[in-house]
């Protein structure tokens, strides 16, 4: 043989068909379902077509649970207990948005592990905006009365249920597998924790007397253990869809479908803090906030670390990555 792999001429016959020896060469289809036929003896390995029908398949459902999470947002907005303004309806536009838009993405064959990411992404981000003001709900004394506040308490909290289950089917369409991070997976996942630890500082302070209160930032004074709980699971699952893209998330399309639909999802809060802002006090319907409101330290820091988030992992979509020589990956590890 002249190269490593090759075989000679068959008399009589075509030559057969050897996958290339090289580290890191693509293998065909058939002999890698072989191969793991041969290390994991006793394991039913699927065919290619049964695991690409399965992976379309929970995209697809992941799909549907976030359109369902996006259509309550509407319903949410209309029977909440207090005066929403535009500032609240338009955050909450931009998550369902973000959702509605995933799902789409998702739902085609062409785009579904783009569309399966940025569902995975969105929902994450969803599932701690909803979980902040869910605490809200079930903590303050004015709440705890039957009626449209109990509705609306209810409605968000099956969006929040809708998209926990959304993210869960996005996360096994991808199967996620251990893996080593690579380029700006990794340097987008730290930015990512340095983003959630952002939102601690004091974003925006309301006037009241002649003194500045904090108004808006996560672990305020006097917050219920709840409100703790919902600020912490903030912190966390802000973090963890950029960090799942760089750990276990194989297909470039994946990750950088988590990161298109996380970066739209997070900015609904501090886009929410600066039309707040901006509007108060009441004027023009924009808010129902009386007194003047101003921005802080937390709100500049927070879009610092966002709109350099947008920039990274846009020039993280036109790099392109060396391929890695990787183990052999178990039966539906890896895509």
């Known amino acids: 043989a002249a190269w490593p792999g090759a075989t000679a001429p068959v008399a009589g016959g075509p030559q057969p068909a050897v996958a290339p020896q090289y580290p890191g060469a693509p293998v065909p289809p058939e002999q890698a379902a072989a191969q793991q036929a041969n290390l994991y003896p006793g394991v039913a390995v699927p065919s290619p077509d049964q695991a690409e029908l399965e992976k379309r398949r929970k995209?697809?459902?992941?799909?549907?649970?976030?359109?369902?999470?996006?259509a309550l947002i509407a319903v949410y907005v209309f029977a909440a207990p207090y005066p929403l303004g535009v500032p609240f309806a338009i955050a909450f536009s931009i998550v369902g948005l973000s959702l509605a838009g995933s799902a789409i993405y998702a739902s085609r064959r062409a785009s579904a592990t783009f569309g399966g990411g940025a569902v995975l992404g969105a929902s994450v981000a969803a599932v701690a905006f909803f979980g902040n003001l869910e605490s809200v709900?079930?903590?303050k004394p004015f709440f705890d009365r039957p009626g449209r506040p109990t509705l609306a308490a209810l409605v968000l909290l099956a969006a929040l249920i809708l998209a926990v289950f959304a993210a869960i089917f996005a996360a096994r369409g991808l199967r996620l597998a251990q893996r080593k991070p690579v380029g700006f997976a990794g340097l987008l996942a730290a930015g990512a924790a340095v983003f959630a630890l952002a939102n601690i500082p004091v974003q925006a302070s309301?006037?009241?007397g002649g003194s500045w209160l904090p108004l808006i930032h996560l672990f305020?004074?006097?917050?219920?253990?709840?409100e703790t709980l919902a600020s912490v699971a903030y912190l966390v699952l802000v973090t963890v869809?950029?960090?799942?893209?760089?750990?276990?998330?194989?297909p470039a399309?994946?990750?950088?479908?988590?990161?298109a639909g996380w970066i739209v999802a997070v900015a609904a809060w501090p886009v929410w803090t600066t039309l707040a802002v901006a509007a108060a006090p009441s004027s023009y319907g924009l808010t129902s906030y009386g007194v003047p409101v101003r921005a802080d330290t937390g709100l500049y820091l927070v879009w610092l670390c966002w709109a350099l988030l947008l920039v990274l992992g846009a020039v993280g979509l036109l790099r392109k990555?060396?391929?890695?020589?990787?183990a052999p990956p178990l039966p539906f590890a890896g895509n």
């Open 59 to 70: 995209f697809f459902l992941s799909a549907r649970l976030a359109f369902a999470a996006a």
């Open 137 to 139: 709900f079930w903590s």
């Open 206 to 208: 309301e006037q009241v």
């Open 220 to 226: 305020y004074p006097h917050e219920t253990g709840i």
């Open 241 to 250: 869809p950029l960090a799942v893209a760089a750990l276990r998330v194989g």
């Open 253 to 259: 399309a994946g990750r950088a479908g988590i990161w």
């Open 321 to 326: 990555e060396q391929p890695q020589a990787a």
